[in-house]
Every structure is written in structure tokens, then in C-alpha cells.
């Protein structure tokens, strides 16, 4: 499992399957896909529109490594961080996530990593600027409109976020989540239920029952 596929199971987690909020600005999402961010996918292949409700594993994890891990130089950033800006990045852009990052490193605020951000991210002390990262992140949602419906569910995205990332930069094995893989009607482990398993069995850890 290379860094991408660790932090996209991770993130998968947070994500579940359909919904369409009527008080969430993106409208309807599935696995964490919205129906804009879908459509453009395909347009880009030359594909017709379809709705969000039949993306496919694949085109999620599509999505997911060329529009927010690469946008980001994902693989260039420290162990931990990069999850950190990762997960931010997906729920509120690349460019804001990136811009965050330069404000607690003190690099130029163009909302780009290039050799600046990476020098000053790598020289930074890596738990501590998780933790002023996310700091930053849930002072942005606070202000946010939709904070009242919301802030149980992003902050403790948020809460567990920081100590995924704190885990993954001080090379211990991730807490994986609280939520535990849940089987679907036919019994068969959802999407989500099989990237826990598969980390499950990676780390030799039960999925949902560790204390974070």
C-alpha cells in the first residue's frame, strides 16, 4: 500500500456513501464525489454526465489522486502532513489547503507548493505544525455559515484527522478510525468496510476499536 492508498483509505472513512443536504453547499456527494466535481471527471475523458450515484470505486480513487493528493505534491510533503493538507484539500480545495500550509510555515501565500513550501514544510517540526494546521482549518469552519448543522460532524473529522497525521509523521501505525466497517444488506462490506479490512490486515490491528 503506497502513501496514497494508506491516506485515501483513511479519508474514505470520513466520506460514506450518497447524500444531498439541502443545507450542504456542495450539493449531492457520494463517497465524498460531488455531482460537479463528477462531471467534470468525465467531460475531461470525453464521457457523457451520469449521476454522482453510480461513480465506481475506481473513479473515486481517480478523482481523489489527480484533483487533490497530486494537486498538492502530495508524495513530495512530509509523512503526516501530507495527510493532514490532503483531507483539507478535499474539503475545501487545493489551493486554500496549500495556503494554509504557507501561512503556518511562513512561506510566500500563492496557494502552489513549489521549492519554497517544500523546503520550509520539511524543516518544520512536523507534529507541531499538524496541530497548528488543524487548529487554522477548524477556526475557517467555524466562521463558515453551515457551522451550527455541521460542526459535530467536522470537528471530529478534524479531531481525528490531527492525530491520524500526528500518528503518520512520528512513524506509528495509524489508529485506522472509530467507525468500524459496516456490512451491507447482503452482507458484503461496503466500499469504505473494504478499505478498513484492508488496512486491518496491513497493520494487524481490529478495525473501530482503537481509542483515539
Known amino acids: 500500500m503506497n502513501r496514497f492508498e494508506r491516506a485515501f483509505a483513511l479519508?474514505?472513512?470520513?466520506?460514506?456513501?450518497?447524500?444531498?443536504?439541502?443545507?450542504?453547499?456542495?450539493?449531492a456527494t457520494n463517497k465524498g464525489v460531488t455531482q460537479r466535481?463528477?462531471?467534470?471527471?468525465r467531460a475531461r475523458l470525453g464521457l457523457s454526465p451520469r449521476n454522482v450515484r453510480q461513480v465506481t470505486d475506481n473513479e473515486v480513487?481517480?478523482?481523489y489522486?489527480?484533483?487533490?493528493?497530486?494537486?498538492?505534491?502530495a508524495d513530495k510533503l512530509p509523512e503526516g502532513v501530507a495527510y493532514c493538507v490532503f483531507?483539507?484539500?478535499?474539503?475545501?480545495?487545493?489551493?486554500?489547503?496549500?495556503r494554509w500550509l504557507?501561512?503556518?510555515?511562513?512561506?510566500?501565500?500563492d496557494g502552489v507548493i513549489g521549492n519554497e513550501t517544500l523546503a520550509r514544510t520539511v524543516r518544520a517540526d512536523a507534529a507541531a505544525l499538524i496541530d497548528r494546521y488543524c487548529d487554522r482549518r477548524l477556526s475557517f469552519m467555524k466562521r463558515l455559515r453551515h457551522w451550527p448543522t455541521f460542526r459535530n460532524g467536522w470537528s471530529a473529522r478534524v479531531v481525528e484527522v490531527r492525530m491520524q497525521a500526528k500518528n503518520w509523521a512520528e512513524k506509528r501505525e495509524p489508529a485506522?478510525?472509530?467507525?468500524?466497517?459496516?456490512?451491507?444488506?447482503d452482507g458484503s462490506l461496503s466500499f469504505v468496510g473494504r478499505l478498513l479490512s484492508a488496512l486491518t490486515v496491513l497493520?494487524?490491528?481490529?478495525?473501530?476499536?482503537?481509542?483515539l
Open 11 to 27: 479519508l474514505a472513512v470520513h466520506e460514506g456513501g450518497y447524500v444531498n443536504h439541502p443545507k450542504d453547499p456542495g450539493g
Open 37 to 41: 466535481t463528477y462531471n467534470n471527471y
Open 61 to 63: 480513487a481517480a478523482i
Open 65 to 73: 489522486q489527480v484533483q487533490y493528493w497530486d494537486a498538492i505534491h
Open 87 to 98: 483531507d483539507a484539500a478535499v474539503n475545501s480545495g487545493p489551493a486554500r489547503a496549500v
Open 102 to 109: 504557507q501561512k503556518e510555515i511562513g512561506a510566500t501565500i
Open 176 to 185: 485506522i478510525s472509530t467507525i468500524a466497517p459496516q456490512p451491507k444488506a
Open 203 to 211: 497493520f494487524g490491528k481490529e478495525a473501530g476499536n482503537e481509542n
